[in-house]
């Protein structure tokens, strides 16, 4: 198995809502990430999961809580997301200290 | 601060013709530059690699050419294909693992 897998595709979510994204990767890569990527523009880094705990968080607000459960899996909890939010949302994996990050298909997220 | 970024925002080419994608990046401590093809709706897919040790670097029907003097890079795509219309992105490494991006290029293949 050599993908990254998110759920759901697409997400539409109000202001007031909590919801989850998910990510899955079985390669054994002890390194994860979270992307936010705008409309033509290149994706950003948010949050780096390294030996299943976090290691770097780039000045992300808090309505956005990443959790990494296992090895296998990591997830961001979204409270209170502004409309401005809205984006595809990735997330990658790679062996630490290696060189290339495995990204999966993202979630398309709208907050409304 | 330090960047990657790319010099056109979209290149249009023919079917059949070569294009050339370029990135510029300013980290001279910059060891390691791959790029990613991000077709529409999916996540980035790698599509080649070079190390800082290296001046080119070949793959199939794609070239990455690296000149660390001018803090330079390019991808070559031979026989572009309809299939090769994406956004193409650069992504340097220095220091870390963690891949930062470059501005990125819409690639438009004209039947």
């Known amino acids: 198995d050599t993908e990254v897998t998110q759920t759901p595709k697409h997400l539409v979510m109000g202001m007031t809502n909590k919801k989850s994204l998910k990510c899955e990767q079985h390669?054994?890569?002890?390194?994860m990430y979270w992307y936010k990527q705008k409309a033509k523009k290149p994706p950003e880094l948010m949050f780096v999961?390294?030996?299943?705990?976090?290691?770097i968080n780039e000045s992300v607000p808090s309505r956005f809580s990443p959790e990494c459960p296992n090895s296998s899996l990591l997830n961001l909890h979204l409270h209170a997301l502004q409309p401005e939010d809205s984006a595809l949302y990735l997330c990658?994996?790679?062996?630490?200290?290696?060189?290339?990050?495995?990204f999966g298909q993202g979630t398309r997220l709208t907050v409304v | 601060g330090e960047s990657v970024g790319l010099h056109l925002p979209t290149l249009s080419v023919q079917e059949g013709d070569n294009s050339i994608i370029n990135c510029a990046y300013s980290?001279?401590?910059?060891?390691?530059f791959i790029w990613y093809k991000q077709e529409s709706g999916k996540g980035p897919q790698f599509i080649i690699d070079?190390?800082?040790?290296?001046d080119k670097r070949q793959g199939q029907r794609v070239t990455v050419l690296l000149n660390k003097t001018v803090k330079h890079l390019s991808l070559q795509i031979a026989a572009t294909q309809p299939g090769d219309s994406a956004v193409y992105f650069c992504?340097?490494?220095?220091?870390?693992?963690?891949?930062?991006f470059g501005r990125g290029t819409s690639l438009i293949v004209h039947p």
């Open positions: 390669m054994g890569h002890r390194a």
């Open positions: 070079i190390r800082s040790n290296m």
């Open positions: 980290n001279s401590a910059s060891d390691y």
């Open positions: 992504a340097e490494k220095g220091g870390s693992y963690i891949p930062t």
């Open positions: 990658a994996s790679s062996p630490e200290g290696a060189t290339e990050a495995f």
């Open positions: 999961y390294s030996y299943e705990k976090l290691s």
